[in-house]
């Protein structure tokens, strides 16, 4: 049975999110999800490069199937993905400046956001086509700007409140990231792609 790119494109939001079924993303999830501004910046850099890498690697990876060098894939996607992010971050610092300052560091770390490579990865190992592909590519995105985005509006609520000294920062962080993960299992009834 073949499932509709429709049902992959909202599963990877909500029931399959990378975030909160996988714990893919984390270290920036984490650094990033200060600001809604910036996690936001972020989130939508997340979701342009991963969807495009994506399609990319989906035609990359039929070329290495037809050279029978599919032991090469890992390094083709990371180099296909380094590419495309070197190339947004040019553009970033010569169209919106702002924000290219805003993400910092973590604009080039998109390279290595286990997130992007493991959608690709995914998207090999289900044996999605074309289409699939897309919704997958795009919903799983989406969900990555879901995530960081609700966890900025969080932390910017409880940046006023007394939390205990040993909770601050990351501990409070990852206990908002298991709390957010266990409200994303009630989409679970729905569908689910793994």
Known sequence: MTISPLVIFFASIFTSNMIFSNFLGMCSFIAVSKEIETATGLGIAVT??????????????????MFKIEYLRYIIFIISIAAFVQLLEMILEKYIPNLYYALGIFLPLITVNCAILGVSLFMVIRNYNFLQTVGF???SGLGWLLAIVSMA??????????????????????I????????????????QIS
């Open 176 to 191: 908002i990231t298991g709390i957010m993960a266990m409200a994303f299992i009630g989409f679970s009834g729905i569908v």
């Open 48 to 65: 342009f490069v991963l969807t495009i890498t994506t399609i990319i690697n989906f035609f990359l990876y039929k070329l290495v199937v």
């Open 153 to 174: 509006g969080i932390r910017s609520k409880i940046k006023d409140k007394s939390i205990p000294v040993g909770l601050q920062g990351s501990p409070i962080t990852l």
């Open 137 to 139: 590519a795009i919903g």
